[in-house]
């Protein structure tokens, strides 16, 4: 049997401007996607969740219909289509709130198919094939959750210049709490996308402000200087409000995580529901504030982010 694995990401500063050229500074879980591939009699994807069930070009199911096309949109980007295969998916973090859930899925597919047609060694291939199913959930997504999913670690990415990584000198501590509500990443692009239409510069100045937020923030990492990250990211989760992606809920979770002594916090991911993400000086804070943002959480985690 081949193996593949995706990480999930949580993106520390740069969502939404990312989609516009501006940079993203995003962080690898070392939780993810896992995929299994053994032979099968047709092309089926299997997971432990039905809604992810689907087969190439067979299921006559709305319900399966999105993502049977991207299963096929992922097998058909590899030049040999693997025929016959049955991928089994196992997801380690929660879907539709940001972390970068189908990303993970998307490479851990595309790493198992790769293995399979002997072509591993093929980063560029395996990336693409992920964003080819992305593309169906997200519309035009930036490539920042498959770049991270594929490479690990920490780095700033841009459409331009790709996934470029950060050194960290220390290991970071974050809490995530998951605010409960599923939020849509093509909804929430497609609401910036209309904003900005009908605001014109006004918002075009809001996505340069979080570019120039997320590059101050890769540098302040590779000084270590967490206090100058945390601000940013309290500046980030303000401009992303102004441009309608928070819920009282996710404010409500900010104002908590500052109150108990978070360096920064923000919404991360799309917005519009989803998570949010603490910075703590130390694995100890983050748990503690993991435990007590889950009040108000439907659920809460702490995480390492590991020094590459
Ligand atoms: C989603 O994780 C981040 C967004 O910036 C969309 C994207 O980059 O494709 C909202």
Redesign the pocket.
């Known amino acids: 049997m081949i193996q593949g694995r995706g990480r999930g990401k949580v ?1 520390l500063l740069g ?2 401007a ?2 516009y050229g501006y940079p993203a500074l995003a962080a690898a879980l070392d939780r993810g996607a896992e995929a299994e591939l053994s032979a099968s009699s047709d092309d089926r994807l299997v997971s432990a969740t039905a809604l992810l069930n689907a087969r190439r070009k067979h299921s006559h199911d709305e319900k399966c219909e999105q993502i049977d096309e991207a299963f096929t949109a992922l097998l058909e980007s590899f030049s040999a289509i693997p025929l016959g295969v049955c991928l089994k998916i196992q997801l380690e973090i929660p879907p539709g709130v ?1 972390l ?1 859930g189908s990303a993970a899925t998307g490479i851990a597919l595309s790493a198992a198919i790769a293995a399979h047609l002997g072509r591993s060694g093929d980063l560029a291939l395996i990336e693409s094939a992920a964003l080819a199913w992305e593309r169906v959930f ?1 519309g035009t ?2 490539g ?2 498959t770049a991270l999913a594929l490479h690990g670690g920490v780095g700033l990415f841009d459409k331009m210049r790709g996934f470029q990584r950060v050194d960290i000198k220390e290991p970071l501590h974050i809490a995530i709490a998951n605010s409960g509500a599923k939020t849509s ?1 093509r909804e ?2 497609e609401a910036v996308a209309l904003r900005r239409e009908q605001e014109g510069e006004a918002v075009d100045e809001i996505l340069r402000s979080i570019g120039l937020l997320a590059k101050r923030g890769a540098l302040a990492l590779n000084d270590n200087d967490l206090l100058t990250l945390g601000e940013a990211m309290n500046e980030n989760h303000r401009l992303l409000a102004g441009l309608g992606l928070s819920t009282p809920s996710l404010d409500a979770l900010q104002r908590a995580a500052l109150n108990e002594g978070a360096l920064g916090a923000k919404l991360t ?2 917005g519009g529901g989803g998570a949010l993400v603490a910075l703590a000086r130390s694995r100890e804070q983050a748990e503690a504030l993991a435990l007590a943002l889950s009040s108000l959480a439907l659920e809460t985690s702490s995480y390492e982010i590991k020094p590459w």
């Open positions: 993106i969502e939404h990312v989609v940001g970068g997200h997504p930036s920042v959750d990443t929430m692009v991911g799309s």
